[in-house]
């Protein structure tokens, strides 16, 4: 059974930073391409960013605000999601997902989420 388990979200003021964190226990990490998503309150979830299986190219969503970027550990079995620039609208549950592929737009285990507040 796989599980994917986020961590660090909080409440930050509007320009602040936050790092997320993401581990995969079970399966094979390193076969999986990686996502984060966001949720905001009464919309639908939005693609923030992805990540491949080796780490070296990621993907941004195109609406996604402030500085973001997404790394990777495979001998940790962790992806990160560091956000700095931090605005209101950032604010919103972050999902972390697991891909197995062949088709990596479809993402196959998802975690429980971590929120995310930014204030002005």
């Known amino acids: 059974q796989v599980q994917v388990m986020e961590s660090g979200g909080g409440s930050v003021e509007a320009g602040g930073s936050l790092l997320l964190s993401c581990r995969v226990i079970g399966g094979t990490f390193g076969a999986y391409e990686m996502g984060w998503f966001r949720q905001a309150p009464g919309k639908e979830r939005q693609f923030v960013a992805s990540?491949?299986?080796?780490?070296?190219?990621?993907t941004y969503g195109r609406s996604v605000k402030g500085r973001l970027h997404i790394s990777r550990d495979n001998a940790k079995n962790t992806v990160y999601l560091e956000m700095s620039n931090l605005a209101p609208e950032n604010t919103g549950v972050y999902y972390c997902?697991?891909?197995?592929?062949?088709?990596?737009?479809?993402?196959?285990?998802w975690g429980q989420g971590t929120q995310v507040t930014v204030s002005t």
């Open positions: 997902a697991a891909s197995r592929g062949p088709d990596f737009r479809e993402f196959d285990y």
């Open positions: 990540i491949n299986r080796s780490g070296t190219s990621a």
